[in-house]
């Protein structure tokens, strides 16, 4: 059921010619999480959301490169903070100094002031 939804969360960003184009953050990391816990085999998951091989393979090095950009950006790993309970989270607030969220190849920056401010917007995007 989760695929299904994510399938048509992804297919809103398919332009007439039926690639993907301007994916945001959010649904990239959301894609991410959802290939780290599907349990079954990768054509299964591909077939599911109908993508080619190397669109799910772009699609994927690019959470993880967003991944990376937030990790050195001083940020925990999203998708462990989005799990965690709100209490836990505060001890990593208070060693950050800013986030910035860089996508569409570089050229656009989002800076928030601390992972709550993130998490909203990450909420309310999706």
Do not use: C
Request: hydrophobic letters at 40%; charged letters at 30%; zero cysteines.
């Amino acid at each position: 059921m989760d695929l299904i939804i994510l399938k048509k969360k992804i297919d809103g960003f398919r332009s007439g010619n039926g690639q993907l184009q301007n994916v945001p953050p959010e649904l990239l990391l959301e894609l991410r999480q959802s290939w780290e816990n599907f349990r079954g085999p990768a054509e299964e998951f591909r077939r599911e959301l109908g993508m080619k091989i190397g669109t799910l393979r772009k699609l994927l090095i690019d959470s993880k490169k967003l991944n990376h950009v937030l990790a050195s950006s001083e940020a925990v790993d999203l998708s462990e903070m989005v799990e965690q309970p709100p209490g836990s989270a505060e001890k990593s607030v208070n060693t950050l100094k800013a986030l910035e969220l860089v996508y569409d190849g570089g050229s656009k920056v989002i800076r928030f002031p601390d992972i709550e401010m993130l998490l909203e917007f990450l909420k309310r995007a999706s």
